[in-house]
């Protein structure tokens, strides 16, 4: 439920795998929006234009963090948050 109200925000992922984590992807509503590579795993992601509003509403986004182990097994988890207007 947090509310971003920046057009850049940085992000930090706790995650671990036993054979070891190669990559972090995200993603804003299934639009990917950047990588972490090394741990400790965290981005600035920019907000893409396809999900900035003018109006006066919060709008609720998707955030999907994607993590692929050394061998490509994949995991990933998401969080609601929100864009504030104006960004």
Request: overall charge negative; aromatic content about 10%; hydrophobic content about 50%.
């Amino acid at each position: 439920g947090q509310i971003i109200n920046q057009p850049r925000f940085d992000v930090m992922i706790a995650a671990s795998a036993p054979l070891g984590l190669k990559q972090i992807d995200y993603f804003l509503n299934d639009e990917f929006v950047g990588s972490s590579l090394i741990a400790p795993f965290q981005a600035t992601l920019s907000i893409p234009a396809s999900l900035l509003k003018s109006n006066n509403a919060a709008a609720p986004v998707i955030l999907k963090a994607r993590a692929f182990d050394t061998v490509f097994n994949r995991q990933e988890d998401q969080i609601n948050i929100f864009i504030a207007p104006g960004n």
